[in-house]
């Protein structure tokens, strides 16, 4: 079974049909990338499967390990064991990042002895310990809110992932420490989507399979070679 | 006294303070806060208040008698003072702790190495009875002439607190007073006299609630608090009053030179609150602190605020408030801060943020800003928000369910405030929170 399974997902935003009969699958353990050109509805898929009220499924459906998805809340979805890492998180005053962490832990069903062992650990392993007291998401950085999502990625170990640009905005070294720890998960056994639209991630975590959305439809799906010959010639090569 | 008395009228002052066994001077003051009273309008600005019929209450009750230990008390109230977690805190966090229902205390302890140290504790009427130079102190911050509700509350004041710290004496550990209102239709009074003797140091907690009665009660009591040269006072007051009370107070300060006054106020129930604590800041470097948190919900008013007063150089004051509507609700916050011509190098800072909760809930910041002299340094903020819908599904996305998310939200806007709370009461606060969450989205 499938880890995760879309099936002519239909979303739309406003009057606006952005995504237009989506199929694919995640396989656990495996990584996964969705490439495609700014608007292609990348961001959409992921925030449409996280449950966002503004993206509305017109059609289609979505299973992880089976569960139908689309039935249920967001933090159900979450508690399932979906995760998506936000391109543009927000900014969250007077929560602390610890704080949220705990909670969302505790919600996914760890208690409160095991995140005081495993968020330190997290934290070094994301090199983030300087940000041990600070509030969510406020005063970072572009890259450090990348690292701060990487962050709740490795606390909660879910069972599929969704990452949206997580390479978008970091440094080199940055680049490296996200690709270890995508790879890290993977291992662990998530299945790891990453959503990008140039292949400088994959480089370092080369991709199982790749997907590419054009027009709010899969157009293409290969193994990483599909990567680097989008990072030769631009979205170009799979429109013809 | 009849356990329970109404009607307001001279026959009645007259013979409260008979019944009190008060000296002259307290029943001539009685009597004139009560002539002044019957001459001043009602306030001309903030929430309606002609709902609230003072002909209507009952302005004496004494349901319960005074005790020496917990147990002696009747079996209601004693359910109600444990399950607020009186005896606990006694035990545990407080120096000493007086407890009143109505019109008059119930119980009153106080540690005895405070004793020793000539800290006195008492009530307000044992004082006003055994020390004359109470009549020096009682109502000279906060005159009659002030409001009619401080008149009002001259002529019949009942119950309350007199604490005197002596000379370089340091309460380290906080003491309480908590007040509970028990008779349908009852007004409570109390009076709250605070005299922090050169470079001594006080924190003094008020807790205030109310089973919730169809009729209306009222609830006015003042507070006054002398910080002399260098001494140091932090008030702080938690009220969760029922819906059906009108609570309208006056509580100000007097901070001598280098000395501070800090008020925490948490206000989250009443009908409607009026609430402006104020510090006149009298000498050389004298300082205030006025933390205020608000919690607004359906169908209250709450018309809070700060006054500081500069009248001496370098004073500083710092007046923050953080408030939260929901529902059909309101809340208002003053901040004034005004500064005298002698006041060289004063500084003030006002800071109000308000997070609407519901399309319906309104709010309102009105800061009055007054500097008469060139040599001061003044900040003002003010901002108002909504929860964001994007940080609310980020939280929700993350396993957090609706109320879980919200809550974290309005904690992470109020804390500021809260982290100044003592810790019982900051938790107590965010259950309250919590609870009312979970009420508004089911």
């Not at chain 1, 606390?155 to 949206?164: I, S, Y």
């Not at chain 2, 119980?107 to 800290?119: C, D, I």
């Not at chain 2, 009852?186 to 009729?215: D, K, N």
């Not at chain 2, 957090?400 to 100044?420: C, R, Y």
Request: proline content about 5%; some cysteine; glycine content about 8%.
């Amino acid at each position: 079974m499938a880890a995760l399974e879309v099936r002519d997902l239909h979303v739309r935003v406003g009057d606006k049909l952005i995504l237009r009969g989506v199929d694919f699958a995640l396989e656990a353990g495996k990584v996964h990338a969705l490439m495609g050109p700014n608007g292609s509805g990348k961001s959409t898929l992921a925030l449409a499967l996280a449950g966002h009220p503004e993206y509305q499924v017109v059609r289609g459906q979505a299973f992880l390990e089976g569960q139908d998805l689309l039935g249920l809340l967001p933090h159900e979805r979450a508690r399932a064991g979906l995760f998506v890492a936000f391109q543009h998180p927000p900014e969250v005053e007077g929560v602390k990042l610890r704080e949220f962490l705990r909670l969302a832990c505790s919600e996914r069903g760890k208690g409160f002895c095991e995140f005081q062992k495993a968020f330190p650990q997290a934290l070094r392993r994301l090199r983030m310990e300087e940000f041990k007291g600070r509030e969510l998401n406020v005063g970072f950085s572009g890259g450090e809110k990348k690292r701060a999502e990487l962050l709740a990625l490795y606390m909660l170990r879910p069972k599929v992932a969704l990452l949206d640009e997580p390479d978008s905005g970091v440094d080199v070294d940055a680049l490296r420490l996200i690709a270890e720890v995508i790879t890290e998960m993977a291992a662990f056994g998530t299945a790891i989507l990453i959503i990008t639209h140039y292949p400088r991630l994959l480089e370092h975590v080369p991709p199982d399979e790749v997907f590419v959305l054009l027009d709010g439809k899969i157009s293409d799906r290969g193994g990483p070679e599909l990567a680097w010959k989008i990072g030769e010639m631009g979205f170009e090569v799979v429109r013809r | 006294m009849s356990k329970v008395a109404a009607r307001l009228s001279k026959d009645f002052v007259e013979r409260l303070s008979w019944e009190k066994n008060e000296p002259d001077w307290m029943r001539e003051h009685r009597l004139r806060c009560l002539e002044i009273f019957e001459k001043l309008p009602m306030p001309r600005f903030g929430p309606d208040l002609s709902a609230l019929d003072l002909g209507d209450l009952t302005y004496y009750a004494r349901p319960v008698d005074p005790v020496r230990r917990w147990e002696e008390l009747p079996e209601e109230i004693r359910r109600t003072f444990q399950a607020l977690g009186l005896p606990e805190a006694e035990q545990k966090a407080l120096a000493g702790l007086g407890a009143q229902v109505d019109s008059e205390e119930v119980y009153r302890s106080l540690l005895n190495e405070l004793r020793a140290k000539g800290v006195i504790f008492t009530s307000m009427e044992k004082a006003v009875r055994e020390f004359p130079w109470v009549q020096d102190y009682f109502m000279k911050i906060i005159p009659p002439e002030d409001n009619k509700f401080a008149a009002l509350h001259g002529a019949v004041w009942s119950g309350g607190t007199f604490i005197w710290i002596p000379e370089g004496v340091e309460v380290e550990i906080p003491l309480q007073a908590y007040y509970r209102m028990q008779t349908e239709g009852v007004g409570q009074f109390e009076h709250t006299l605070i005299i922090a003797e050169r470079g001594s140091s006080l924190h003094y907690i008020e807790g205030c609630s109310a089973p919730r009665y169809s009729r209306t009660s009222l609830h006015s009591g003042m507070v006054e608090i002398y910080a002399k040269e260098d001494a140091r006072v932090r008030f702080t007051t938690i009220q969760n009053w029922s819906k059906n009370v009108y609570n309208l107070n006056n509580k100000r300060a007097w901070a001598y030179a280098g000395a501070s006054v800090d008020w925490v106020s948490g206000s989250l129930g009443s009908k409607v609150t009026m609430l402006y604590p104020t510090t006149v800041l009298l000498g050389k470097g004298a300082r205030t602190e006025n933390l205020s948190f608000t919690f607004a919900q359906e169908g209250m008013w709450l018309d809070t605020g700060a006054r500081a007063i500069h009248r001496a150089s370098d004073t500083t004051s710092r007046l923050i408030s953080r408030s939260v509507v929901q529902g059909r609700a309101k809340s208002v916050f003053r901040g004034l801060v005004y500064v005298a011509s002698e006041a060289r190098g004063a500084r003030a800072h006002v800071e109000c943020s308000t997070l609407l909760l519901s399309p319906e809930a309104r709010t309102e910041t009105i800061p009055v800003i007054n500097a008469e002299n060139d040599e001061v340094e003044l900040g003002h903020e003010a901002t108002v928000g909504r929860v964001s819908q994007e940080q609310l599904f980020y939280l929700m996305s993350r396993g957090l369910d609706e109320s879980q998310a919200l809550s974290l939200i309005v904690n992470g806007f109020v804390s500021p405030i809260l982290k100044e709370i003592p810790l019982e009461y900051a938790v107590e606060l965010r259950r309250l929170l919590e609870m009312s969450f979970e009420g508004a989205i089911a």
